[in-house]
Structures are given as structure tokens and as C-alpha cells.
């Protein structure tokens, strides 16, 4: 899944309260957590955990009630309004970290504890990319379509003033912050929220319809307020900022309803190395530059789950431009 060239792209900080802590050697007791059955079944993608059955292998799975999690996890279901704005698609087992960040680790290896601002929970960690190809990995994210692989920047403590003051990789912002990819809530299109609607800005589950300006509409990203749908300038471009809406590379359908033939797509990978179960981007989808808004173009589409040849982007040197629907 080779591009000539990636996005420059500007990703929310997660704020990961286990970020450069030692492990610890005390165990907690989940608290309870408001559960529901109007959830959908979890996207799995068809793939078969290999861990079932082990003592924490429910950790990160989907749920629908408190039994599919066993013993010290609790499941937060799509209508549990626990997270940011809404619920996990599919429903979530896991554990709460506000008071004792530290449990995560009794759970999984390098299990972070992420604030959703009120609320904390344990989220399994992650590695870009897949060991198999054009498929979802069981090993990660156990496979599920409706969460993602997604950047998560934490603060390391360590001053700088510019990039070159941290570690490669890093980014400064008065501190460094360092990735520490993480297993987030992504859903993809309606139905993986269960009767519920999926935020495009989340990746979560509402009661109400996502309002705003949507996919490539233009949008002013100085203003306090976003506009859109999804978040404006998630990409940068050089003709200002868009509307971008986030997804798992490798779901379908996504990035919201999906008429056939497709006219949008999860086509552009986060980073050069994200495959099937990392986090994407929306794109319109395209035969030709025709099919596209003013100042996009068509460039070549190089995976087939999309079903059109091409997707809209910002053009930039070195793209595979269709600009006939012969090419």
C-alpha cells in the first residue's frame, strides 16, 4: 500500500495518563459502568481472536452486557454515553484507570490509560501496519473494524523549543510528546453503532445526527468553532482548510453511507506505515479529476476494497493523476 507521497497531518493529543510511568504491582477492581444490549455485535472483520479463552484475552473486546467481559472488567456499551461524546461501536470491555492509572498493565502489556476528559479507561496499545496483507490482524485491536490504530501523543516532561530538542520522531509543543499508538473507538458508518449515530469527529457513538459542513468543504481553521462534521484541516493543504473526516483503513462500508457505487472511502493512510486496522481518511472517491471538487484532483487508488480506481486529494508532486476516466 505504497503512496507517492503522505499527508501532512495534524492529530489530536490523547491524553495518556500511564504515558512514562513505572508498571505497578497492584490490582484494582473494575467499577461499574451503565451497560445496555442496543449495541451492535462488534466489528471483528471475520477474524478469529487467538487469545480467546485466556484470563484477560476479553480486555479490548466487544460486548453487549456485562457477562461477555468475565470477571473485574466492565463493558461500556455503544449507549453508554462513557467517552468523549458517546460510546464504543460494539460496546468495549474494560477496566476504569482514574484513580490508579497503574492497572492497566494487569491487563495488557503496555495498556495506556486514556482520559476521554472525566472519565479514564484502559485501551489496548498498538503497532502500525499488519502481518497480513489486505486483512485485519487478529493481534491487534483484535481485529475489529470499528476501532483503530490511531497516533496518541503523549507529554514526556522533557522542555524543548523545537523539534530538534527531542528524540526522532517526537514532536515539540513545549514539551515533547512522543506517539504511543493506541487501540481508539472508530466507527465507520451508522450500522456499527446499533440504532445510534457514528460521530465522524470521535469515532464514537450519539443519540443526535453529526451536524456541520462535510467531507472537502471548505472550512476557516482559525475560527474557535469547528464547522464541519468531522474537523477541519486534519489535513493540511496548500489551498487552506477542508473539511476531514477520520476512519479504519480496511472497513466497509465507512466514512458514513455508502451508496453503490461508492462515492467515499477510507483512502488515505495516517502515516507510511498504516495498513488494514489503522486509522485513515476519508476521501471522496473518483473515475477522473472531473469527479472532483476545485482544486482536487484524482489520483490513483491502490486498494481494491475502495471499488473505484481513484480518490480526490490536494494535488502534490509526484501523483498518479487520472485525468480521463480511460486511464
Known amino acids: 500500500m505504497t503512496r507517492s507521497r503522505w499527508p501532512l497531518t495534524v492529530v489530536p493529543v490523547l491524553v495518556i495518563l500511564t504515558a512514562f510511568s513505572g508498571c505497578g504491582d497492584d490490582e484494582g ?19 478469529v481472536d487467538p487469545d480467546a479463552g485466556q484470563p484477560t484475552a476479553n480486555f479490548g473486546r466487544a460486548c453487549e452486557r456485562p457477562e461477555d467481559c468475565g470477571v473485574d472488567l466492565l463493558c461500556l456499551t455503544s449507549a453508554s454515553t462513557a467517552l468523549s461524546t458517546g460510546g464504543p461501536p460494539g460496546g468495549l470491555c474494560t477496566v476504569a484507570c482514574n484513580q490508579d492509572p497503574e492497572i492497566c498493565s494487569t491487563y495488557a502489556d503496555d495498556a495506556r490509560c486514556v482520559d476521554f476528559g472525566g472519565s479514564a479507561y484502559c485501551l489496548e496499545a498498538c503497532d502500525y501496519g499488519s502481518t497480513l496483507a489486505g486483512a485485519f490482524d487478529a493481534a491487534k485491536c483484535h481485529g475489529r ?15 524543548c523549543t523545537n523539534v530538534e530538542d527531542c528524540e526522532t520522531g517526537d514532536r515539540c509543543d513545549g514539551t515533547c510528546l512522543r506517539d504511543m499508538p493506541t487501540c481508539m473507538p472508530r466507527c465507520n458508518a451508522d450500522p456499527d453503532c446499533g440504532g445510534l449515530y457514528c460521530d465522524p469527529r470521535s469515532g464514537e457513538c450519539v443519540d443526535d445526527v453529526p451536524r456541520g459542513r462535510r467531507l472537502t468543504e471548505r472550512c476557516n481553521v482559525a475560527t474557535e468553532a469547528d464547522q464541519c462534521r468531522g474537523s477541519c484541516g486534519l489535513i493540511e493543504r496548500a489551498e487552506g482548510g477542508r473539511c476531514d473526516e477520520t476512519c479504519t483503513l480496511g472497513a466497509y462500508p465507512s466514512c458514513g453511507v455508502v451508496p453503490d457505487p461508492p462515492t467515499v472511502g477510507c483512502a488515505i493512510p495516517v502515516n507510511e506505515k498504516a495498513s488494514f486496522g489503522d486509522l485513515g481518511y476519508c476521501a471522496l472517491l473518483c473515475d477522473c479529476t472531473e469527479d472532483c471538487p476545485d482544486q482536487m484532483v484524482c489520483v490513483v487508488a491502490e486498494l481494491a476494497y475502495l471499488q473505484r480506481p481513484g480518490f480526490c486529494k490536494s494535488p502534490e508532486d509526484g501523483d498518479s493523476i487520472r485525468s480521463n476516466t480511460n486511464e
Open 29 to 47: 477492581t473494575a467499577q461499574s459502568d451503565s451497560t445496555s444490549s442496543n449495541t451492535s455485535s462488534g466489528g471483528t472483520g471475520g477474524v
Open 145 to 159: 473494524t470499528d476501532f483503530a490504530c490511531e497516533p496518541s501523543w503523549a507529554d514526556t516532561g522533557e522542555p
